[in-house]
Every structure is written in structure tokens, then in C-alpha cells.
């Protein structure tokens, strides 16, 4: 059974920095892109950036390109997301997804994990 549990999300100021990670398990880590999401209250869940699986080719969203780094450690199935500069609107749920993407830009997730709760104060 495919499995990814997000870690790492918390309260920090606007300027601050959070790493996110999502530990995957079940076996489709190392075929799969993996791609992070968020979702802020009474909105709908976005983009916020995607890794090939060789992780030779990252996207990201406009709101968070130059702040924010995608990377993956196949070794140890676990895919990162390095958060700088925050925000207050950088405040939601933070969802990883194992999928696929297409010319380099995601195109569907299979397996969602729970989420991670990040909080930017002002």
C-alpha cells in the first residue's frame, strides 16, 4: 500500500524558512514524480512545485519561484520542499503527491498524503 506522510510544517514569521518532507513507502517512489500542493482556508488546493523522478526537471508555481526548492532523495524515498522567504499567504495545508508530469510540468496525482499545517505570522 503506497503511503506518504508530510512532516516538518509549523508557525514561523514572515522572512522565516520551513523544509518540508514527505516520506514515502509502498514502492512507487522511484518511478514517480512527486509534487507538492497547498491549500489555504475556503480556497481550492494548488500547485506549488513538481520533481521528475530522475529529479533532473523541477516547475513551480509563479508565487513561489526563487523562494521555494524542490528536491528528492531516491535513496531514502523522500522528497523536500525548502521554504524561504515566507509569507503570510504562503499560510495552508501542505499536501506531497506521487504522479506523473508531462514535458516537464505536472500533470496528475495518484497518492496524496494527509498534509502538513504551515503558519507565516506577520
Known amino acids: 500500500q503506497v503511503q506518504l506522510v508530510e512532516s516538518g510544517g509549523g508557525l514561523v514569521q514572515a522572512g522565516g524558512s520551513l523544509r518540508l518532507s514527505c516520506a514515502t513507502s509502498?514502492?512507487?517512489?522511484?518511478?514517480?514524480?512527486m509534487g507538492w500542493f497547498r491549500q489555504a482556508p475556503g480556497k481550492e488546493r494548488e500547485f506549488v512545485a513538481a520533481?521528475?523522478?530522475?529529479?533532473?526537471?523541477?516547475d513551480y508555481a509563479d508565487s513561489v519561484k526563487g523562494r521555494f526548492t524542490i528536491s528528492r532523495n531516491n535513496a531514502n524515498f523522500t522528497v523536500y520542499l525548502q521554504m524561504n522567504s515566507l509569507k503570510p499567504d504562503d499560510t495552508a495545508v501542505y499536501y506531497c503527491?506521487?504522479?506523473?508530469?508531462?514535458?516537464?510540468?505536472?500533470?496528475?496525482?495518484?497518492?496524496w498524503g494527509r498534509g502538513t499545517q504551515v503558519t507565516v505570522s506577520s
Open positions: 503527491a506521487a504522479g506523473s508530469m508531462r514535458q516537464s510540468i505536472w500533470y496528475k496525482g495518484y497518492y
Open positions: 509502498g514502492g512507487t517512489f522511484v518511478s514517480s514524480a
Open positions: 520533481i521528475t523522478w530522475t529529479g533532473d526537471m523541477t
